[in-house]
């Protein structure tokens, strides 16, 4: 059985997640009420089996650090960590300049576990996935690095890595981010996009980066960088994401990878969770989704006036403990803890996050409703794009983003 180490990049500033990454880094942001975007990385290595996790932060850290501290701990007694490891300059004057400079100036945490395998993840995606079973591919086909692709429509595809690939899943070519990607052999309307998932033979991994650091010219990513230079010339394995499985799964599920780094993203992928039979299935006890949990009340639903239409309720939506639905209306919505929602308020299609209070009368359609925010009574958000441009954020897909701790006149 290799050795392996699992290295999570969560130091990125999250600039297209603003006005949520304000003041906390993106893999922090919440998600699906009461996780947070990291959760589910995180979920699928400690399923997977792998217990030796370093986060590599940097931006905006300290709500990331919180969470992990409160409900991230593993036994050291049989030496198994999920550790936050902060950008220290160990190898120069300089922070993180890249995710392959960010494994560069880490490179004496894979010398410490003598790790055979390291894992290269992200940390602002949503899936489920069984990492052995890519694990066993890249040991099986010898090679020096392995990367999880999925097909994807060529209308979405230009936002991420393409890549081309032989009969046995050898790639043979790679795009970054292309205005024109190249299709999958076997369907034009398709390419095969990086889902930036790496697992490195250790050595070869401390070669590339090493090589790397020394480049003038380097932006020191992995995808702009680390692939292109090395595919050619190493044997560079591609996963089929599409054949993972995990106990428990949902046909929905097969193919799920949704990457959240814009608003308009979070907002669909949150919008997957709620329907009868949602896209991605919170409800899977055999592959669970962890997180760290505070003490609530269970969520209190009241006031039943029909007549005068004051009744609490909710449907095909998510809510949290400690939320109070006190006479108002939720649809298609996710709410996260201790939020209150008061008589003959209207909330659609909009995800609303801890410590939100909305006031009687208002009306709330496509927004999110960041941290610690009080919504006076008769607001409306998200009826008038016009209006709702003069006064918040708006995303290009027409999502209303209200920062953390806004005031509201």
């Known amino acids: 059985m290799p050795k392996i180490l699992a290295f999570i990049l969560a130091g990125g500033e999250g600039s297209r997640l603003m006005p949520l990454t304000i003041e906390r880094a993106k893999p922090a942001v919440p998600f ?10 995180l979920s699928n290595l400690v399923n997977s089996g792998i217990y030796k996790i370093k986060v590599l932060t940097q931006f905006k850290s300290e709500s990331l650090n919180r ?3 409160k409900g991230w701990f593993l036994s050291p007694i049989i030496d198994q960590y999920i550790d936050p490891v902060p950008a220290q300059m160990r190898t120069g004057r300089s922070w993180y300049k890249g995710s392959a400079d960010a494994v560069f100036q880490n490179l004496n945490l894979v010398r410490d576990a003598h790790a055979d395998i390291v894992c290269v993840f992200g940390s602002d995606h949503i899936y489920r996935m069984d990492i052995r079973q890519m694990v066993d591919f ?3 086909n010898n090679a020096d690095m392995t990367i999880a692709a999925i097909p994807f429509p060529k209308s979405e595809a230009s936002s991420f890595g393409v890549i081309g690939v032989d009969k046995s899943w050898r790639m043979i070519n790679f795009q970054e981010k292309p205005k024109k990607p190249f299709p999958l052999p076997d369907n034009k309307n398709f390419a095969l996009v990086s889902m930036g998932i790496y697992l490195f033979r250790a050595d070869f991994l401390a070669h590339v980066v090493v090589h790397d650091s020394d480049a003038r010219n380097s932006a020191h990513d ?8 090395i595919y050619k010339k190493s044997r560079v394995m591609v996963y089929n994401f599409g054949q993972n499985s995990f106990p428990g799964m949902m046909p929905s599920e097969t193919r799920y990878w949704r990457d959240i780094g814009s608003i308009d993203a979070y907002w669909k992928a949150s919008m997957d969770l709620v329907s ?20 609530h009340p269970p969520a209190k639903f009241v006031f039943a ?3 005068a239409k004051r009744v609490g309720m909710a449907t095909d939506s998510l809510v949290s403990d400690g939320c109070i639905i006190s006479g108002g209306r939720i649809m298609r919505s996710i709410l996260s803890p201790n939020v209150r929602i008061n008589s003959y308020a209207l909330i659609e299609e909009s995800i609303l996050f801890e410590n939100v209070t909305v006031g009687r009368h208002a009306k709330i359609r496509r927004a999110i409703i960041d941290k610690d925010v009080d919504i006076p009574a008769g607001t409306v958000i998200g009826y008038n794009a016009k209006s709702d441009k003069k006064k918040y954020f708006v995303s290009p897909g027409g999502i209303v983003v209200i920062p953390k701790g806004m005031k509201l006149a």
């Not at 995808?223 to 230079?229: E, Q, R, V």
């Open 67 to 69: 969470h992990l501290k």
């Open 276 to 295: 009868v039979t949602p896209a991605f299935n919170l409800y899977n006890d055999r592959w669970p989704i962890r997180t760290a949990m505070d003490s």
């Open 138 to 140: 890249h040991v099986r």
């Open 305 to 307: 006036d029909e007549k």
């Open 222 to 229: 992995f995808g702009k960088d680390i692939i292109p230079s």
């Open 32 to 41: 699906g009420g009461h996780y947070r975007i990291i959760d589910f990385v």
